[in-house]
């Protein structure tokens, strides 16, 4: 169902990672995202898939929960892996039909980048997961506030992002709701050709489009009546502070990149 | 209770009924545990209970939207959630207006929306057009703005005509989940009044949920208390509103007039028992006055 979407929220549980300081985690992403695309050889594999199952494991998030996450790239992840599969003209033959010509390299890089996409995923997923979209914003914003003096928008752009992951959820409840409601009047989104799968649609775009209007001008209205008026001389209830354990989580990265970098050079 | 098996044929049964939200999550939500109820046909039953304590879900299983995590619902008979039940007709027979339901009015015209449901149904041109027009009228939607975009009416407009989508497929149960949320005292009561009459000329059976008692006392004639996923109790408004101390334990309270006429007779007054609604409390206090002059 609709609700199975767990991409971009966060899962309420009390563990290390979810403790640690959000500018760390957010480090943490993004060095994890690089060190996906530099290593080589296999053994990069090896190493970053223990890394993502080590801290999915102390962050406590059920698997499950995190594997239904995935399924909205399921689709993306198919396609990459049939491009891969049947455009790759390298290796030994494995099959041939008609045009239709597979190589064993073809394979071998198709899985390969299968693991990527996934590992990358769930990188970014346990971000989110583990993070409050205000804490990110807090991390976001305080990270990134040298570029402030380049003019870059910085509260703006982090303030955005957080409504943006709040919002997620909300309309997810609001699609749920949307689509019992027109069910019980006997709308159907699950059977039909095609185009007739696509015209049932608009008994529920209509009407999400129209609340997520409402929504946002409520949002608007309530933000205003607060007196927000940006980020400039905004002060903080709880502002961000490196604490040990965010010393030690660094550290760990670190040693987790080099580790990674490290790996590209053996003769693997 | 002493029902025959030719009664329950005629009822909507719910046997032990659980239901889980997000099982094996840190969301994880008991909503309901153990419910047992028989609907009758015809009835009139108010849905009472604070906020969270099950009322939408409990509605929601009953035309087979969210299926039970535990235990049976039994439609005239038939298991609603065996493989071979026909859940589109069950969602016909077994109306349920959401709570804000203007929100998921999407035509451009009212007559247009109101005939989504009857359309669904599969139903003839004609067929659709009387079901549509006849749900107009009965949910009192003024005929000049048949043709208006539903966008632009006022709240309990909007409200109505939402009402009208379900009354079209002419369903025998009738079930509004909160259907007064938002509306003023004057929306309220129309509203009320309209769903009281519904009840009265169609012989169908209409579940009221809500959790404000005054509104439900008025019309029910059977109320069902929900208390954090259980069914707290269950019987007329009189014997429910007798037990109004327990009641306020839960975060409800009788009517006021309730509490008006237990302070009467505290205070003297002789009423043989305290009353509900307001015309109840008149007729109590007339003959009481009556036969005191007597
Ligand atoms: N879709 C859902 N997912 C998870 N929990 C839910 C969902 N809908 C309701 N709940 C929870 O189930 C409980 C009962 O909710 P609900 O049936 O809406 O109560 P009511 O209608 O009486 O206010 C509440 O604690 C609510 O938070
Ligand atoms: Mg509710």
Same mark, same amino acid.
């Not at chain 1, 594999?45 to 996450?69: D, E, H, L, M, Q």
């Not at chain 2, 029902?3 to 005629?10: A, F, G, N, S």
């Not at chain 2, 099950?54 to 509605?59: A, E, Q």
């Not at chain 2, 709570?99 to 139903?123: C, I, R, S, W």
């Given at each position: ?268 | ?69 535990? *235990? ?8 609603? /959630?065996?493989? +071979?039940?026909? %859940?589109?007709?069950? $969602?016909?027979? &077994? ?106 000329? *169609? ?8 959790? /404000?008692?005054? +509104?439900?006392? %008025?019309?029910?004639? $059977?109320?069902? &208390? ?69």
């Amino acid at each position: 169902m609709i609700r199975d979407i767990t991409i971009g929220q966060y899962y309420p549980v009390d563990s290390p990672i979810h403790r640690l300081d959000p500018r760390v985690k957010l480090a943490g992403t993004m060095l994890f995202l690089i060190s996906l695309f530099v290593f080589s050889g296999y053994f990069g594999y090896v190493i970053a898939t223990v890394f993502v199952g080590a801290v999915i494991k102390i962050s406590k998030v059920p698997f499950r929960y995190i594997v239904r996450g995935l399924k909205p790239v399921l689709i993306l992840l198919l396609f990459t892996l049939l491009f891969n599969v049947f455009l790759t003209r390298e290796g030994t033959e494995l099959f041939s039909w008609g045009i239709i010509h597979i190589y064993d390299q073809g394979l071998i890089t198709a899985g390969l980048m299968a693991v990527r996409l996934v590992l990358l995923v769930l990188g970014t997923s346990l971000m989110t997961f583990t993070t409050t979209p205000n804490q990110l914003t807090d991390g976001l914003e305080k990270g990134l506030r040298g570029l402030k003096k380049i003019k870059v928008p910085v509260h703006e752009i982090a303030m955005m992002m957080s409504i943006a992951l709040r919002f997620i959820p909300i309309l997810i409840e609001e699609t749920d709701k949307i689509m019992k409601a027109q069910q019980a009047r006997g709308a159907d989104f699950e059977s039909g050709k095609l185009i007739q799968r696509a015209k049932a649609l608009v008994p529920l775009l209509v009407p999400l489009v129209v609340s997520a209007f409402r929504r946002a001008n409520d949002l608007a209205l309530a933000m205003e009546a607060r007196c927000y008026h940006g980020g400039d001389g905004r002060t903080k209830m709880k502002p961000l502070k490196y604490k040990g354990r965010d010393a030690v989580a660094y550290l760990i990265l670190f040693g987790y990149l080099g580790l990674v970098i490290g790996s590209g050079f053996l003769p693997l | 209770m002493q029902e025959t098996t030719r009664d329950l044929q005629e009822c909507m049964v719910l046997d032990h009924v659980d239901y889980v939200y997000g099982a094996g999550t840190a969301y994880e939500k008991h909503a309901l545990s153990d419910i047992n109820l028989v609907l009758g046909k015809g009835e009139f039953i108010g849905l009472i209970g604070h906020t969270g304590s099950g009322k939408s879900t409990l509605v929601q299983h009953l035309n087979g939207l969210i299926a039970p995590t535990g *235990g049976h619902i039994y439609y005239r008979g038939n298991d609603i /959630s065996a493989a +071979d039940f026909n %859940k589109k007709e069950l $969602r016909s027979k &077994v109306g349920l207006v959401f709570q804000y339901p203007e929100h998921q009015l999407f035509e451009t015209t009212v007559v247009k929306d109101v005939a989504f449901g009857p359309k669904n149904m599969g139903l003839s041109k004609i067929e659709t057009d009387m079901r549509t027009f006849a749900a107009l009228k009965e949910a009192g939607v003024s005929e000049e703005l048949y043709d208006a975009s539903p966008f632009e009416l006022s709240g309990g407009q909007k409200r109505r005509v939402a009402i009208a989508g379900v009354l079209a497929m002419q369903p025998d149960i009738l079930i509004l989940d909160e259907p007064t949320a938002g509306l003023d005292p004057r929306g309220r009561d129309e509203i009320l009044d309209r769903i009281a009459q519904i009840h009265a000329e *169609g012989n169908r059976t209409v579940i009221l949920v809500s959790h /404000s008692m005054e +509104d439900v006392a %008025k019309y029910a004639s $059977r109320l069902i &208390v929900m208390n954090e996923g259980k069914v707290f109790c269950d019987g007329t408004p009189k014997e429910v509103f007798e037990k109004y101390r327990e009641l306020e334990k839960i975060g409800l309270a009788a009517p006021q007039v309730t509490y008006l006429s237990e302070a009467l007779r505290q205070a003297g007054v002789a009423l043989p028992h305290n009353a509900t609604t307001l015309d109840e409390a008149k007729e109590l206090l007339l003959a009481d006055w009556k036969g005191g002059r007597r």
